[in-house]
């Protein structure tokens, strides 16, 4: 008790009661002990005073803020966050109390079974969520390759639960993608903030220089953040050094991270966010906006940066995580509270249209018309959209994709042209294809269009 009362600033007091803080820490702590001896003296089963303790520690820090934890196990900690492990391929977070996937990873055994960001776990292999920690549940749903999770999810606007059973895979995740799309657009996207990404996104931008790209599309969509000094190396490749990326401010001095390294060669950028972008994602989006350097497209974002801090316990054992600062964009926004709200609104497919999209996986509909009419079949989709009314092997192609409507139609498949044509490019084996179909891609190269326009005006 000595070592916990030495910790708290002495003379403090309370006004309600007059009393110090080691005085009202002295009687909690005696109420804690007392009801601990009721219990194990008087409850009808016999508990286990470390699971108890553990419980009480739990919720003490459940009570300060969704990342506080305490790691009983640090070693397993520790081994859990290097290298590859068996999961679901998602993040997941606490968001107003409750277990909430940030980012599924696309391609994962998480986002091929349908899981969104956004939605509520409420239940894991039947236990329910409510009172588990944030570190409670990732132990559950990490596990040995090749075995299988049940998971209960909610989503929002819908109150009927969804059962969902997914097989654990090693996840390996790249970095960074990177493409020229479209009229020479450079399109980078990055999955997470690593070590290594910083270098991807600088050859990235050589190739785009030697081939003389129009403008670079940053994708940050579902993307959970990673490290922070990569988060600052890659808002550096965009500002000016010297001009403040972010600044974090807590228990310690505030303490400030600059755009670091030498000018860069200027395109025109738009940045993609969404519900997953988090973290590093966050910090990146916020100061190109705050900047005025690029424009921030998509939906409001996750809102999830704060800066936590391991504290190895005397029992050489365990571990608690607590968090110590929150970090704020060069204007001051609090991005843990508020998120990144983009300059222009761009929506993608609405919640009913993803479902249907996920019933065209597979479908042998699609497969079959790709085979018929060739891997190129969007591109000459838009060749023949174009092309004149005496054109019949043009004419031919847009009826046989009409009837491909009309039979997922049928099917009660609803989905929009762009719709159709993005589920054709999932399975296409050309990677443009997806790119060029995903209606916030194709809304950020239109927007591209203006920003040239505007400059060539000024």
Known sequence: MFLICALLPLGWSSEETGKTADDELVENLALFSEILAYVKQSHLDTPDTKELTDGAINGMLRKLDPYSQYIPDYGDFRTQNRGNYGGLGMLIGIKEDMLTVVTPFKGSPASLAGLESGD???HIEGDSTAVMTLNEAVDLLRGEPGTPVSIMVVRENDNRPVGVTVTREVIRIPSVEQDIIGDNIGYIKINQFLETTANDVDNAFVDFKAQ??????????????????????????FLT???LVVYSKGIEAREDFKAKGEKREYFPVIVLVDGGSASASEIVAGAIKDHGRGLVMGSKTFGKASVQRVFPLSNSKSAVKLTVARYFTPNGIDIDKIGIIPDVESAWFSRSERQMQLKLRDHEKLKTFIEENGDDVLAQLATAE??????????KLLRSYQRLSDVLTEEQIVLSDIGVKYALAQITEDTRDELEHDPQVVAAMEQLKVLELFAAQN
């Open 120 to 122: 509520v776990i409420s």
């Open 212 to 237: 003389n790209v129009r403008g670079v599309i940053l994708d940050l969509r579902l993307n959970p953040g990673g490290l922070l000094s990569s988060a600052v190396d890659i808002a550096s490749d």
């Open 241 to 243: 050094p010297g001009q």
């Open 386 to 395: 174009h092309a004149s009314r005496d054109d019949r092997r043009a004419a």
